[in-house]
Structure formats: C-alpha cells, structure tokens
C-alpha cells in the first residue's frame, strides 16, 4: 500500500502539429519536438523513474525511445496500453488543416460546445467512450504502476485523465470543457499526478476528524470542492500541472 507518483508526459511537437493538420495514430516528431524531448530527458533523469507506461502511437513511441534513451529502463518495465492513446478523431478530418471548415465544426463540436455526451457524428471517438477510457486507465494505472512512473500519452487525454482524477463518474461534459479551455497541454509538458492507496482505508477516519475540527482554514477551496461535488478525500492529487521548464516540480492548483 506504498504510494505512487505518475509523471504523466505529453509527446513532443510533431510534423503535423507544426503543420496544423489534425492527427491519427501515425505521424513523426519535428525537429523542434525531438529537442524538447531531449531537454525534458535531462530533467526526467533525476525524478528516480522505475516504470513506463506508453501509448502505441507512433509520436508517442518516439518519444519514449527519447525518453529511454536517458533513463535506460529495460523492456521488462516498459509497457505500451492503448489506454494512454489520444481521441479518436473522425477518419474524414485526419489529415486536414485546422481551419479546415469541416475539420473546425467536428473539432468545435466536441471541444467548445456542451452537447450530448453520447453524441456520434462519425466515427471518432465521443466524449462518452473517452471519459469510460480514461476510468478504465486510473484503475489500471493505480493497479498496475509502481513508486515512480512514467505516462507517454497526447493532449486530449491527458485533460481527461485529469478531469476524471478530479470528479470521476460525475465529470459533466461542461465541466471537461472548463478544465479543457482553461489548462492547455503543451507538447513535451510534465504533468504529477500521486496516488495515495493509504487514503481509501482511512477515509472514514479523515472524515471524522473533519466533522470534529470543522471546516478548514481555506474556505475558499471548501466551498470550491462543495460547489463542484469534488471528493477531497479522493486517492488522487494532482501537484503539478503542464511543467518542463524546472528541475523540481513545484504544487500548483488547476
């Protein structure tokens, strides 16, 4: 029952980005990407790294044969899971410039407008399949990782990881689209999530000792976690968010 931290990373920059073309499962890193993913590297080395989960995109197994390149992990604790993978986009905008008309009203549609969260307009991956995704993903990170470990994945499911760590089966198709617009994920950014395995066993004690003391001193945060139906006593915290830029990685609020 030890606790776990997970360094979850989005890949570097990749052509396609650079390009502003929307992506599928292929597509190779820039020159840029690769030089952030080295200079990433450098930092990763001294966060103790024992485990690494990847997604099986081709960006994404780019990266982390950079990443491992520093870290020389052996095959044995590196596992590739289609969890970790970015949204499906719809077959028919893959490939086409962001201001494209239909690639722009498919990607709005599902990013920045409140909809169904069952709506289907092709065959991409909905808000509905993703967030089931991303539940399946905690339970088998918090299962499966180790003291220190290592997430390759993409942008659109990070979001999501987070906003599922945050408010779980509840998690709104509003409140996605809050955490979505407000908290970019930028490539080769580090995000530390810690799963704490103690807190399912003594949550009802945390409980009590709540009720006995009252509410905390932060009222503001309180009123945050009612107003929102946050579980406070949740297993999951995230302490840093989209960070590659320091040698440490400092608490910080989303």
Not at 3 to 21: D, S
Not at 55 to 74: C, V, W, Y
Not at 223 to 241: F, G, R, V
Request: aromatic share 12%; net charge neutral; hydrophobic share 35%.
């Amino acid at each position: 029952m030890f606790t776990k931290y997970f360094y979850l990373v989005r890949h570097g920059e990749t052509v396609m980005n650079k390009n502003q073309q929307r992506q599928g499962e292929e597509g190779r890193l820039s020159e840029l990407g690769i030089k952030e993913v080295e200079e990433l590297s450098k930092r990763l080395v001294n966060m103790h790294i024992k485990k690494m989960f990847i997604s099986p995109f081709e960006r994404t197994r780019e990266t982390a044969e950079i990443i491992n390149g520093f870290l020389n992990l052996e095959m044995k604790d590196i596992t590739m899971t289609y969890l970790l993978a970015e949204r499906k986009n719809p077959t028919c905008i893959i490939g086409k410039n962001y201001n494209d008309p239909m690639a722009k009203t498919f990607v709005d549609t599902m990013d920045k407008s409140v909809h169904d969260p069952n709506l289907r307009m092709y065959d991409e991956e909905n808000f509905q399949d993703l967030k089931n995704r991303a539940i399946i993903a905690k339970d088998y990170l918090a299962k499966n990782g180790t003291t220190r470990n290592l997430c390759v994945t993409h942008g659109i499911f990070l979001k999501m990881f987070l906003s599922i760590l945050l408010y779980d089966k509840a998690l709104s198709v509003k409140q996605y689209i809050e955490m979505s617009l407000y908290n970019p994920a930028d490539n080769a950014g580090v995000t530390l999530v810690k799963y704490s395995p103690a807190k399912i066993i003594f949550k009802p004690l945390l409980k009590f000792w709540d009720f006995i003391v009252g509410e905390s001193e932060d009222e503001e945060l309180e009123e945050e976690i009612k107003k929102n139906k946050l579980d406070k006593y949740s297993p999951w915290e995230i302490l840093a968010y989209n960070d590659y830029t320091r040698d440490g990685f400092k608490k910080l609020r989303i």
